[in-house]
């Protein structure tokens, strides 16, 4: 029961850790938004608490001294994906703190030159430094939740002594494309028997062509015939 239960934790940090990969990849883009940020805010923020549950769980896992032998072996696969997810997590957290700091989602106007328009700035300035506080405060959350995912991978390796190219993988390179062959294979069959209507269409389309191209030709023939005896007749006269 246990390994089932953290096998199912496991595929929930790998699922929002890809929800906030995805999300990062719309930072700095037409698409970018103080929707997308808050996304990005909650999305890391729940991938940071599967990831403390997940340590929980292995780290007690992994130290139980009554394991066997096999059912360790599983936790550490486990434990190696697990460390790979958190690393993917640092890099993607890292990689949106820079977009950020790089495309600001406000930006103040310039270059007023009316009373008006300045009166109006005063107010669009009190907005931007607002929007500008909170942008702030998230770039500083976001760099303070690094450094404590930084921290977990450091306190992961000091718990647990696990050596990734020593942990053995169950399945083969490719194994779970294996499973949906058949469904590849029916693809082909339809893919082929659509290539073959085609090339019979084109076959009676060929035949109609060669059928035209004679008449065709029979009917240049007898112009040319007739072409000839006009012309031997203007020939006779002449």
């Known amino acids: ?32 938004s103080q929707n997308l940020r808050e996304e990005l805010r909650k999305t890391r923020r729940k991938a940071q608490e599967l990831a403390a549950a997940n340590r929980t769980r292995l780290t007690a896992s992994l130290k139980d001294c009554g394991v066997g032998r096999e059912e360790r072996a599983e936790y550490e696969r486990l434990w ?5 997810n958190v690393e993917l997590l640092e890099v993607d957290m890292r990689r949106s703190l820079e977009i950020a700091q790089d495309f600001p989602l406000q930006v103040p106007t310039r270059h007023l ?11 669009q300035n009190m907005k931007y430094e607002a929007d500008s506080d909170v942008d702030t405060a998230d770039l500083r959350e976001l760099r303070g939740e690094i450094g404590q995912v930084s921290r977990m991978m450091e306190e992961m390796e000091m718990k647990v002594q696990v050596a990734p190219w020593a942990v053995e993988a169950k399945q ?12 590849g294979n029916s693809s082909v069959g339809v893919i082929s028997i659509c290539e073959e209507e ?18 065709g030709s029979f009917c240049a023939f007898l112009l040319f015939l007739v072409i000839v005896l006009v012309a031997g007749v203007l020939g006779y006269l002449v």
């Open 80 to 84: 190696v994906l697990f460390s790979s």
């Open 172 to 183: 083969e390179p490719g194994a779970e494309l294996k499973s949906n062959m058949s469904l």
């Open 198 to 215: 085609p090339k019979e269409e084109d076959e009676e389309g060929g035949r109609r062509r060669g059928g035209a191209g004679g008449s």
């Open 1 to 32: 029961m246990g390994k089932e239960e953290c096998k199912t934790m496991l595929d929930a940090l790998n699922k929002v850790t890809a929800c906030y990969r995805h999300l990062v990849v719309a930072l700095g883009s037409t698409s970018d």
């Open 113 to 123: 030159t009316t009373a008006v328009a300045a009166r109006a700035m005063s107010v």
